[in-house]
């Protein structure tokens, strides 16, 4: 059973940057594409931006396109969103989720394994 932990939130002003985490354990990372998903208060979740099992493919959300980037290292088991230039409107629970395949999608319901999210709040 793979077990994902994300962490690295927290409070940032607009303009400023914040790189949040996330670790697996239970399983080797390197059998799963990773996700990157939010929501906001009173929204749905969104994907936000994935990666693939070896680290040469990722997808972008446009909204995010040009300020998030996405990266991992299997080796520590680990996944990482590096968020630039963030704006109030990306103020959410950022959640990672995790499915066996080689290539990510941006659809939540193809993901079988879900962090218990961690909040990042963009707010001068």
């Known amino acids: 059973q793979l077990l994902l932990v994300e962490s690295g939130g927290g409070l940032v002003q607009p303009g400023g940057s914040l790189m949040i985490s996330c670790a697996a354990s239970?399983?080797?990372?390197?059998?799963?594409?990773i996700g990157w998903f939010r929501q906001a208060p009173g929204k749905e979740r969104e994907g936000v931006s994935c990666?693939?099992?070896?680290?040469?493919?990722?997808r972008v959300e446009d909204s995010v396109k040009g300020r998030f980037t996405v990266s991992r290292d299997n080796a520590k088991d680990t996944v990482y969103l590096q968020m630039n230039s963030l704006k109030p409107e990306d103020t959410a629970v950022y959640f990672c989720?995790?499915?066996?395949?080689?290539?990510?999608?941006?659809?939540?319901?193809?993901?079988?394994?879900w962090g218990q999210g961690t909040q990042v709040t963009v707010s001068s």
């Open positions: 989720a995790a499915v066996n395949r080689g290539l990510c999608v941006l659809y939540e319901s193809e993901y079988e394994f």
């Open positions: 239970g399983s080797p990372l390197e059998y799963y594409a």
């Open positions: 990666i693939s099992r070896s680290g040469a493919n990722t």
